[in-house]
């Protein structure tokens, strides 16, 4: 099962919006309203920040929000932190393996 | 609240068997809601999804390690365990333990702080 596709990078200044993207296949993505992203600081173990596509887990700020179109996922930050700088991923279930899981290669996101 | 604990041994020399045990806490594994997996991520890179396994002891592999990864439960203690066999420098990485949804696998709320396996001579 191949990575699904995000930006290696992308930054912002503090209060603006970002957006990164996550690109897959009607195999996963686009199959399914199954994907997910990930927080991640350094030497921290990762965060869930958005569920089936769109949903906030308690305690996630309404900054964080989450969309798909086709095969492409999107995970938009608006009013950026510092605290926001860190790793992110994406991830969704894959039909091409039975409750497979494929994540994205991960975006780092420098806040400037 | 619930806390997942990776142990085991930090170095594994090559061929040989990584084995890693998940100690759940604070819940149940026995819980019908979700599954159980492994995750693992290499120095500086990506994450990559290992398997799962239901309290039940049905088990889901990524194809690419499927040959050589055995997930197994053991709802008494609490835990479940990933054995890895003939590993190479190619699996040193942080492996994480972490609690899956039902349906949706790709929901993982809760994870290990993660443990550093290193494979080397």
């Known amino acids: 099962q191949s990575a699904l596709t995000q930006p290696a990078s992308v930054s912002g200044s503090p209060g603006q919006s970002i957006t990164i993207s996550c690109t897959g296949t009607s195999s996963d993505v686009g199959g399914y309203n199954y994907v997910s992203w990930y927080q991640q600081h350094p030497g921290k173990a990762p965060k869930l920040m958005i569920y089936e596509v769109s949903n906030r887990p308690s305690g996630v700020p309404d900054r964080f929000s989450g969309s798909k179109s086709g095969n492409t996922a999107s995970l938009t930050i608006s009013g950026l932190q510092a605290e926001d700088e860190a790793d992110y991923y994406c991830?969704?279930?894959?039909?091409?393996?039975?409750?497979?899981?494929?994540f994205g290669g991960g975006t780092k996101l420098t806040v400037l | 609240q619930l806390q997942l604990q990776e142990s085991g041994p930090g170095l594994v020399k090559p061929s040989e068997t990584l084995s890693l045990t998940c100690t759940v806490s604070?819940?149940?594994?026995?819980?019908?809601?979700?599954?159980w997996g492994w995750i693992r991520q290499p120095p500086g890179k990506g994450l990559e999804w290992i398997g799962s396994?239901?309290?039940?002891?049905?088990?889901y592999y990524n194809p690419s390690l499927k040959s050589r990864v055995t997930i197994s439960v053991d709802t008494s203690k609490n835990q479940f365990s990933l054995k890895l066999s003939s590993v190479t420098a190619a699996d040193t990485a942080v492996y994480y333990c972490?609690?899956?949804?039902?349906?949706?696998?790709?929901?993982?709320?809760?994870w290990g702080q993660g443990t550093l396996v290193t494979v080397s001579s």
């Open positions: 972490a609690r899956l949804g039902r349906p949706a696998v790709t929901t993982i709320d809760y």
């Open positions: 604070g819940g149940s594994i026995s819980s019908s809601s979700y599954y």
């Open positions: 396994i239901y309290y039940s002891g049905s088990t």
């Open positions: 991830s969704s279930y894959t039909s091409s393996s039975t409750l497979g899981v494929v």
